[in-house]
């Protein structure tokens, strides 16, 4: 077992689960109730909010805002200064005038499944889903769900190609096949989303 690394200027809630080997770095913040599974690394300045849920070995880069009630698989990867939103209709103040307070309106979070990427400086305008071993270009601002394996880019984002779990772009084989340059992994194409080999297998037993 390793112990969680707190640095003494981050400010972190004595009520968060910390799996084992966590690192939190400098002026990070962490709410309340927050999860963070083995071996996460949250990098100076970012902010996790309350409840929200980490896997492990997910990483999550300087000056991110990972805003409740996001949910985050394992192996997830947040770059620098990425924002993941959660409110509909963002307002400071009431038709009224008076300030709105935590009350006033419906958190909404973005999800995001294993292995995806969310490149620097990216938005994810909440509620959204962001497929597993998927990846947003940096400076994206992401509006819709993205299917898993796709590479999404522009604002708003839209896919432009496919990715294998290595995070390259795949290779067309033909007859909607795809292979991984790098590993040899082999994905087919179903109308708008991709399925990986092994994937296949699965759904077929």
């Known amino acids: 077992m390793t112990a969680a690394r707190i640095h003494p200027s981050a ?15 400098h002026l990070a913040q962490v709410r309340s109730g927050a999860v963070l599974g083995e071996n996460c ?47 509909h209709f963002p307002r400071a103040v009431n038709p009224d005038g008076t300030l709105k307070s935590g009350h006033d309106w ?15 400086r990216a938005v994810c305008v909440a509620p959204i889903t ?15 769900d993205v299917p898993n394996y796709a590479l999404v880019a522009g604002a708003p984002a839209k ?7 290595a995070g390259v772009p795949l290779e067309s084989a033909g007859a909607n096949n795809w292979v991984c340059p790098l590993t040899g992994e082999k994905y087919e194409q179903q109308g708008e989303r991709l399925v ?10």
């Open 159 to 165: 896919r432009i190609k496919w990715v294998g779990r």
């Open 106 to 120: 419906e958190l909404v979070g973005v999800t995001i499944e294993e292995g995806a990427s969310i490149g620097a």
């Open 11 to 25: 400010d972190v809630d004595s009520d968060i689960t910390l799996g084992d080997g966590v690192a939190i770095w």
């Open 41 to 87: 690394i949250v990098g100076r300045g970012a902010y996790v909010g309350p409840g929200v849920e980490i896997g492990a070995n997910s990483k999550i880069q300087n000056y991110a805002l990972v805003y409740e009630p996001a949910r985050l698989g394992a192996g997830v990867f947040i770059g620098p200064a990425v924002v993941l939103t959660n409110d």
């Open 196 to 205: 990986h080999s092994q994937d296949m297998k699965h759904e077929e037993k």
């Open 130 to 144: 962001i497929g597993k071993w998927a990846m947003v270009a940096a400076g994206a601002t992401v509006t819709r």
